[in-house]
């Protein structure tokens, strides 16, 4: 007797990174109501919290992606604990300083690196293996248009978000005899408090209002206005799914298409 399409069904096993507010919490609750088992790790604390029995399927951890061990430790439990794993969303991130290069401090450059790029590569490396076991997996790294164009007074930032594309096609080109895919999403400015504060600061090392600056955000796209955090969630659905299985290696937009960059 054939199985109901309920009874077949499998969850998938989600991994995500910085998924307890903003972008990440967005995919991460998409992918519970399409009923995957979801664990997210976050360095925020009071965030962590919000999503603890908000959903049976959404496991949340504190993590500082920052920390190489405690990263490794969270990713060693969460694939253990799911039995494996079907999706990677790497999605930490960090806004690093927005200054000229000559005011910006090694450690700064260091700290948004150690974010941006390296947790993705320490991600990545962890679950690879267990996919290619699988013969079957997506890992969904999340650059910038910043990994496209130069960006002005956000120099550690864009450095790691063009990195960023170099590490997807290159696990693209690994993975991709296993029947795995890599690819990247790169987002325009997103509304929140993230791109409020970079507004802010560039606005007061060039001496304009915050708003002057906000709309030479948006000046440049042929869609003007900022990105919303759902805007990128079908996206990142769509890499998810079998619709995608031919897609790998490639780094999306989601800008509104953005003609020129400011600055």
Partial sequence: MPQSSAAAHVPQRVLITAGAAGIGR????????????VHICDIDEVAIESCRGASPALRATRVD???????????????GDLGGVDVLVNNAGTKGPTAFIEDISVDEWRSCLAVGLDAQFICARRVVPVMKQQGSGSIINMSSMAGKYGFGMRTPYTAAKWAVIGLTKSIAIEVGPHRVRCNCICPGS??????????AAEADH?????????????????VKRFVEPDDIVGLCMFLASPASSMISG?????DGHTETYHL
């Fill in 26 to 37: 967005a995919i991460a609750d998409a992918f519970v109501w399409a009923g995957a088992v």
């Fill in 65 to 79: 992606v920052a920390d190489a061990d405690a990263l490794t430790s969270w990713l060693d439990m969460a694939i």
């Fill in 190 to 199: 997103v509304r929140g408090d993230r791109m409020d504060a970079v507004i």
């Fill in 206 to 222: 060039r001496g304009l209002s915050a708003a002057a600056v906000a709309d030479e955000y948006v000046a440049g796209q042929s």
């Fill in 250 to 254: 490639q780094a999306i937009g989601v």
